[in-house]
């Protein structure tokens, strides 16, 4: 008999009404001088009535759109040198109207809201028994197929129905606070990781300290590539460095924003086409502390990174890349804590099967078990976890999925062991979710996905992206799963 599946009334859709207001740089630099230049021999007075009719159609829109072109104007300060060379004070009116020129809205919701992982939320004030505050992020993909993260946080109810604030009005990027401190020894490592090894890195690095900030690499390939012959490989050597340099920062968030205005956008080169499928999880250190961990694949349109966000109040988010020769390939999820004195990770480092890996540092990860490979015939193609495991009295419930005949995605779930998961006691034969009719149908036909699920009054509640378009949520009971689970 069939594992029951309760799918909740609670659906969310692609909204692209939801925008942000951002940088942008469409044409060529000498295009961008004749914009500048016709905007500088302008009026005051004219200057004054474009801008007033501007902020007027877009300061509705966003929260100071005012400061948001003020930032687009100080990203065109090398350009504006070349063209002001009185170096007269500019007032503050043009410096906004020329910075509203190189501003565009972008639509982060308007091709698809998918891919939904669930965790517990950090306040769990003022609550009725039985009850739960959850936040869920999902994957938001706009305009060329850049994805995002985006929140929305609700409530789970004793009956285990959803309810969601509503969402906010206005949506913001984070602030850039801080780029990252890199250790030579640790850069180097993950440099030969990526396999790049040629002459020029040590002519780089040789240049800096045991520990460097990005500005100080800037600098050193600068003086590089004054001393050395520039060639096709050792300009893709430079860019690989400085690829893997920009891939470390931390942001955050105005106080004053709910947190269904956050959106994580593409901030270094490592993922300007896309931040994906973050697996969000609770997890409580040995002394009790918890922090919110997710891991996602950061992509550049070319190469996909492993990277590991970790945040305390989803304001303040820190961003960096996971090394080891098998931190590799998408869909890492972490254990939310500690088994017998180390981090472990549920991975596919090799795109195709389950493995399991232990490491005493969150950031490196050198040794993997394979535990599952594809076997029936719904998952032949390949497998991967579903997000992080949840811990139950009869071990580490997994949720899996799996590829099979005409590339469907279903949901499958494995039982570990407890104090070693890499033992598999229990496996499904059948998969636990598979699309139907009204969810197969999408950008991706046939796909049922998700990065993540809680265990809320005996039941498995799982969030998951339907056909690379919407979201859904399915409520399992655990008695039931567990009994499927233990048989096989």
Known sequence: MAITVNRKETRFYPNPKRVIAKFYMPIKEDRARVIITSILKRSEEEVSHILNQILSNFSKRHRNISKIFENSFNSLQEIL???????KPL???????????????YSIESTAFFNPSIVEAPDQS??????????VSFRATGEHHISSIVFRQGIVDKDNSLKFQTEGRLVDVPEIIKRHVYKKI???????????????????????????????LKQSIEETLKQVRVTPSKTKVI???????????????????????????????????GIEDARFVKFTDDNGKVTYYATYTAYDGYTILPKLMKTYDFYHFE?????????????????????NGK?????????????????????????AKKIQEPLQTWELIKIGNSGSPLETEKGWLLITHGVGPMRSYSLGALLLDKDDPTKVIGRLAEPLLVPNEEEREGYVPNVVYSCGSIIHNNELVIAYGMSDYSSGFAGIPLDELFEKLTNH
């Open 81 to 87: 040198g070349n063209i002001n060379n009185d170096n």
């Open 91 to 105: 007032s503050l009116k043009k410096k906004l109207l020329i910075g509203s020129y190189f501003t565009t809205e």
């Open 126 to 135: 003022n609550l009725e028994e039985g009850q739960k505050r959850i936040i």
């Open 186 to 216: 640790t850069f180097l490592k993950k440099l030969s990781e990526m396999h790049i090894e040629k002459d020029v890195v040590n002519i780089v690095m040789d240049k800096l300290g045991k520990t460097f900030l990005y500005g100080e």
């Open 239 to 273: 860019e690989s460095i400085m690829w893997l340099a920009k891939s470390h920062y931390e942001v955050k968030f105005s106080l004053d924003t709910a947190i269904s205005e956050r959106v994580l956008f593409p901030v270094s080169y490592t993922e300007v086409n």
């Open 319 to 339: 961003v960096m890349p996971m090394n080891g020769e098998y931190a590799q390939n998408k869909g890492m999820s972490l254990f939310p804590r500690k088994i």
């Open 343 to 367: 981090y472990v990770m549920t991975a596919r480092s090799d795109g195709i099967n389950n493995y399991i890996m232990y490491s005493e540092n969150i950031n490196y990860w050198r040794s």
